[in-house]
């Protein structure tokens, strides 16, 4: 059940893009049609999970036993790039279709606010392994939802007459706040 | 020095980071609901980004260009985790609100995009005043947006009471929801104000 909190937590009350406004040139940058946003949800759902779960034996094994937290920030990134590279590396060797399908997110991902946000949100609130795990699962899913929303509203955008200098990231900044309003009904809905 | 002037002037408005290049918007929306924590985050990030484009454009001939990535990585980092333990020693109530998001500083696309567009291949003297420039044009940026939201949203300056008694804040500039629609104005008037400026110089 407290996992179950946990998941809901994350995908709606404490949606990564809409409230905590992290993954943001992401957001923005790959929302013009809703099949490339699923991909880009899909692959950082999973860069997500690998990369919480090898943050967490990093911080848990290495950090903490040595004392060495302070150097969090710069060991989670080149963990995080290094894996994502790995990754790329290891998928376009044995599942190719899956490269066509995914791969130039990948390269997007390695360097970004989204995937570094949740490792570092695990050890601030000292999840366990398996929470962590659930927290990154439903981070990413949460993405991948507001992603999917906001692509959906943005192809019906194409139809819109927009004022021309609202247009393009305006009028899309303006746009995610309206599904940020909605988002907000959610709030209370769950307290952790 | 005129050249110089020029390097610097254009991260202010014609090349802002923030509402016309629109990079690093992550922090532009998180931590603007007050002045103090805009102007924190973007001191932070001028001291940042200036002092990585001096270091690149310092060990940019040592640096194969295979690696280059990496290496702009791991120095960003470095200046960044050193500005996390100043604030945190002299600042320690800053250093809470900002959170996350003060690490997150390693991340954003306007620091590595300087260093790779322009840090690698200008000189030191250059690649400072062009760190100064952006990093100028970012906090600005996060002033004005931390301004707007604070001044309308609590009806406060820097913590002091500026509007009378009987405004009635409206919470939603406070709230995510808020931030997101002001930013897609704000993104729109200044987007008016360059093409005039462009105009006018064609």
């Avoid at chain 2, 990093?135 to 300056?157: D, L």
Wanted: with cysteine.
């Amino acid at each position: 059940m407290e996992y179950l909190t946990l998941f809901i937590s994350a995908v709606i009350v404490n949606n990564f893009v809409l409230t905590r406004f992290l993954g943001l040139c992401i957001f923005f940058g790959v929302s013009k049609n809703v099949n490339a946003s699923f991909g880009m949800g899909m692959a950082v759902t999973a860069v997500m999970t690998i990369s919480s779960l090898l943050a967490w034996l990093v911080y848990n094994f290495v950090l903490l036993r040595l004392n060495l937290t302070f150097l969090t920030t710069i060991v989670f990134v080149l963990l995080i790039a290094s894996t994502v590279q790995l990754l790329e590396m290891v998928i376009k060797k044995h599942v190719p279709t899956l490269y066509n399908m995914w791969g130039i997110y990948l390269m997007l991902i390695a360097v970004n606010c989204v995937v570094l946000g949740v490792p570092l949100i695990n050890v601030e609130s000292n999840y366990t392994f398996s929470k962590s795990i659930v927290h990154a699962i439903g981070s990413g899913v949460g993405f991948g939802v507001a992603i999917v929303l906001m692509a959906s509203l943005r192809e019906k955008l194409r139809l819109a007459d927009v004022p021309k200098s609202l247009d393009g990231l305006g009028i899309a900044f303006i746009l995610a706040g309206m599904l940020a309003l909605s988002f907000l009904g959610f709030s209370g809905m769950i307290s952790i | 020095m005129r050249e110089l002037w020029s390097i610097f002037s254009k991260g202010i408005l014609l090349e802002n980071p923030i509402f016309v290049l629109a990079l690093s918007l992550c922090p532009a929306l998180a931590v603007t609901s007050s002045v103090m924590t805009s102007l924190t985050m973007g001191l932070t990030v001028l001291f940042v980004i200036t002092a990585n484009n001096v270091s690149i454009s310092i060990v940019k001939n040592f640096v194969n260009p295979k690696v280059r990535l990496p290496v702009y990585i791991v120095s960003i980092a470095t200046i960044v985790t050193v500005s996390q333990l100043v604030l945190q020693a002299y600042f320690p109530l800053l250093y809470k609100a900002l959170g996350i998001y003060l690490a997150l500083v390693v991340v954003f696309a306007i620091i590595l995009a300087r260093a790779e567009v322009f840090a690698s291949k200008n000189n030191v003297v250059r690649s400072f005043c062009d760190g100064l420039g952006m990093g100028a044009g970012f906090a600005i940026a996060m002033v004005i947006i931390g301004g707007i939201r604070e001044i309308f949203g609590s009806g406060t300056f820097l913590g002091i009471n500026i509007m009378p008694a009987s405004y009635d804040a409206p919470l939603i500039l406070i709230l995510p929801a808020g931030a997101f629609i002001l930013i897609g104005y704000l993104i729109g008037g200044v987007k008016i104000i360059v093409q005039r400026i462009e105009k006018a110089k064609a």
